[in-house]
Protein backbone atom coordinates (compact mmCIF):
# COMPACT_ATOMS: atom_id res chain seq x y z
CA UNK A 1 0.00 0.00 0.00
CA UNK A 2 1.09 3.54 -1.25
CA UNK A 3 0.15 6.55 1.20
CA UNK A 4 -2.43 8.31 -0.76
CA UNK A 5 -1.80 12.55 -1.31
CA UNK A 6 -4.95 13.61 0.16
CA UNK A 7 -5.65 16.39 -1.90
CA UNK A 8 -9.02 18.19 -2.07
CA UNK A 9 -9.73 16.40 -5.30
CA UNK A 10 -9.39 13.01 -3.33
CA UNK A 11 -11.06 14.11 -0.04
CA UNK A 12 -14.00 15.15 -2.26
CA UNK A 13 -13.92 11.88 -4.48
CA UNK A 14 -13.79 9.88 -1.22
CA UNK A 15 -16.45 11.89 0.58
CA UNK A 16 -19.01 10.85 -2.55
CA UNK A 17 -18.48 7.69 -2.20
CA UNK A 18 -18.83 7.22 1.43
CA UNK A 19 -22.15 9.08 1.23
CA UNK A 20 -23.40 6.73 -0.73
CA UNK A 21 -24.83 2.87 -0.77
CA UNK A 22 -25.13 2.59 -4.72
CA UNK A 23 -21.71 1.52 -5.36
CA UNK A 24 -21.20 3.83 -8.24
CA UNK A 25 -18.60 3.58 -11.15
CA UNK A 26 -16.28 6.65 -11.96
CA UNK A 27 -18.93 7.91 -14.19
CA UNK A 28 -21.08 8.60 -11.35
CA UNK A 29 -18.68 9.80 -8.55
CA UNK A 30 -17.19 12.56 -11.72
CA UNK A 31 -20.84 13.66 -12.68
CA UNK A 32 -21.02 14.08 -8.20
CA UNK A 33 -18.03 15.49 -7.63
CA UNK A 34 -18.33 18.30 -10.82
CA UNK A 35 -20.88 19.97 -8.83
CA UNK A 36 -18.77 21.32 -6.15
CA UNK A 37 -15.60 21.07 -8.23
CA UNK A 38 -16.74 22.37 -12.12
CA UNK A 39 -12.93 21.64 -13.12
CA UNK A 40 -11.96 18.69 -11.87
CA UNK A 41 -11.34 16.12 -14.75
CA UNK A 42 -12.81 12.36 -14.96
CA UNK A 43 -8.75 11.45 -15.37
CA UNK A 44 -8.31 12.68 -12.21
CA UNK A 45 -11.49 10.96 -10.91
CA UNK A 46 -9.95 7.70 -11.79
CA UNK A 47 -6.87 7.83 -10.85
CA UNK A 48 -8.18 8.85 -7.28
CA UNK A 49 -10.04 6.35 -7.29
CA UNK A 50 -7.69 3.66 -7.87
CA UNK A 51 -5.35 5.84 -5.26
CA UNK A 52 -7.95 5.54 -2.58
CA UNK A 53 -8.74 1.84 -3.37
CA UNK A 54 -5.21 0.77 -3.61
CA UNK A 55 -4.95 2.65 -0.41
CA UNK A 56 -7.73 0.43 1.11
CA UNK A 57 -10.24 3.37 1.70
CA UNK A 58 -12.29 1.76 -1.17
CA UNK A 59 -13.17 -1.57 -1.98
CA UNK A 60 -12.93 -2.05 -6.02
CA UNK A 61 -16.11 -3.97 -7.10
CA UNK A 62 -14.98 -6.34 -10.82
CA UNK A 63 -17.64 -9.09 -11.09
CA UNK A 64 -20.91 -7.14 -10.85
CA UNK A 65 -21.32 -5.72 -14.28
CA UNK A 66 -19.05 -4.30 -17.21
CA UNK A 67 -17.19 -1.73 -15.22
CA UNK A 68 -15.41 -1.04 -12.28
CA UNK A 69 -17.40 0.27 -8.76
CA UNK A 70 -16.32 1.71 -5.93
CA UNK A 71 -17.33 0.79 -2.19
CA UNK A 72 -16.77 2.87 0.90
CA UNK A 73 -18.08 -0.07 3.49
CA UNK A 74 -15.11 -1.92 4.37
CA UNK A 75 -16.66 -4.04 6.87
CA UNK A 76 -16.99 -7.78 5.70
CA UNK A 77 -20.49 -8.44 3.55
CA UNK A 78 -21.22 -9.59 0.46
CA UNK A 79 -23.52 -8.38 -2.54
CA UNK A 80 -26.50 -9.36 -4.46
CA UNK A 81 -26.33 -8.26 -7.95
CA UNK A 82 -29.62 -7.17 -10.02
CA UNK A 83 -29.52 -9.02 -13.04
CA UNK A 84 -32.05 -6.19 -14.49
CA UNK A 85 -30.81 -3.11 -13.33
CA UNK A 86 -26.99 -3.69 -12.16
CA UNK A 87 -28.42 -2.22 -8.42
CA UNK A 88 -25.49 -3.86 -5.86
CA UNK A 89 -27.10 -4.47 -2.82
CA UNK A 90 -24.97 -4.89 0.44
CA UNK A 91 -25.21 -8.58 2.48
CA UNK A 92 -24.08 -8.46 6.07
CA UNK A 93 -23.92 -12.11 7.53
CA UNK A 94 -23.63 -12.95 10.99
CA UNK A 95 -21.37 -16.14 9.37
CA UNK A 96 -18.19 -13.85 8.00
CA UNK A 97 -16.19 -14.98 10.55
CA UNK A 98 -16.95 -18.55 10.92
CA UNK A 99 -16.68 -18.72 6.78
CA UNK A 100 -13.40 -17.39 6.90
CA UNK A 101 -12.32 -19.58 9.75
CA UNK A 102 -14.03 -22.90 7.74
CA UNK A 103 -11.36 -21.75 4.75
CA UNK A 104 -8.19 -22.66 7.41
CA UNK A 105 -8.17 -25.93 5.09
CA UNK A 106 -6.73 -23.83 2.42
CA UNK A 107 -3.27 -25.50 1.38
CA UNK A 108 -0.79 -24.69 3.91
CA UNK A 109 1.26 -21.07 3.25
CA UNK A 110 -2.21 -19.71 2.24
CA UNK A 111 -2.40 -16.60 3.23
CA UNK A 112 -6.79 -15.33 3.14
CA UNK A 113 -6.90 -12.34 2.89
CA UNK A 114 -10.63 -11.65 1.36
CA UNK A 115 -13.81 -13.61 1.01
CA UNK A 116 -15.93 -12.27 -1.59
CA UNK A 117 -19.75 -14.35 -2.57
CA UNK A 118 -21.44 -12.41 -4.86
CA UNK A 119 -25.65 -13.11 -5.30
CA UNK A 120 -27.28 -12.80 -8.53
CA UNK A 121 -31.17 -12.10 -9.05
CA UNK A 122 -33.82 -9.78 -9.41
CA UNK A 123 -34.19 -6.71 -7.26
CA UNK A 124 -37.11 -5.95 -6.22
CA UNK A 125 -38.36 -3.21 -7.86
CA UNK A 126 -37.37 -4.99 -11.46
CA UNK A 127 -39.30 -7.93 -10.05
CA UNK A 128 -42.02 -5.63 -9.03
CA UNK A 129 -42.01 -3.83 -12.82
CA UNK A 130 -41.81 -7.05 -14.31
CA UNK A 131 -45.05 -8.85 -12.68
CA UNK A 132 -46.89 -5.69 -13.77
CA UNK A 133 -45.94 -5.90 -17.36
Not at 71 to 94: M, T
Request: with cysteine; aromatic share 6%; hydrophobic share 40%.
Amino acid sequence: MGVVRFTRQRQAILDVVQSTDVHPDASWVYAQVKQVMPNISLGTVYRSLEALADDGYLVKIHSAGDVTRYDARKEDHHHAVCKCCGKILDVFSPHMRELKKALAALPAGFELQEVRLEFHGICPECASRRSQS
